[in-house]
């Protein structure tokens, strides 16, 4: 049976912001993270994505970074569905939010998100995140170019 690359990730972006979704590919990239990004513009698209995958045959995603404040359905909703599904259960989530507020971080660890991020202003701290992407995914910080 022929699986998916094993250098190959599938990562999942659920951000309406175009331009934050671009700097998130940027960090990918920067770090020279090998994958298919799947940017997911709503939340209520996001839960579909994700039902469709617990319904289909293939294998989910291996990260998800999912931004709180959403159109449809708040990011929140989507961690939850994550966690339910039979195949997404125990993907790393990454929250990337713009939210420095103590309760949403405490109610989206509280829903199982392995790291809560506020968005920053700086390219170089967008950058960084790559490393935090990387160590997520279980890959080695020594990147080969």
Same mark, same amino acid.
């Given at each position: ?32 993270i090998p994958c298919e990004l799947v940017v997911i513009t709503n939340g209520e698209r996001a839960i579909q ?16 970074? *999912? ?5 449809? $359905?708040?990011?929140? !909703?989507?961690? #939850? %569905?994550?966690?339910? /599904? ?8 990454? *929250? ?5 507020? $103590?309760?949403?971080? !405490?109610?989206? #660890? %509280?829903?199982?998100? /392995? ?8 390219l170089s701290e967008i950058l960084e995140l790559g490393s935090v992407f990387r160590d997520l995914l279980g ?7």
């Amino acid at each position: 049976m022929a699986s998916v690359e094993q250098t190959s990730r599938l990562i999942i972006l659920v951000e309406d912001n175009v331009g934050d979704a671009r700097l998130v590919r940027e960090a990918l990239d920067n770090s020279a993270i090998p994958c298919e990004l799947v940017v997911i513009t709503n939340g209520e698209r996001a839960i579909q994505f994700i039902e469709d995958i617990d319904t289909g045959s293939g294998l989910g995603p291996q990260l998800a970074i *999912v931004d709180l404040n959403l159109p449809k $359905q708040p990011g929140a !909703e989507v961690v #939850k %569905r994550m966690r339910a /599904s039979a195949k997404c259960k125990d993907v790393p989530v990454v *929250v990337l939010t713009s939210s420095n507020n $103590q309760i949403d971080r !405490e109610n989206a #660890k %509280r829903i199982g998100v /392995s790291t809560y991020i506020v968005k920053s202003g700086r390219l170089s701290e967008i950058l960084e995140l790559g490393s935090v992407f990387r160590d997520l995914l279980g890959l080695s910080n020594d990147m080969e170019k």
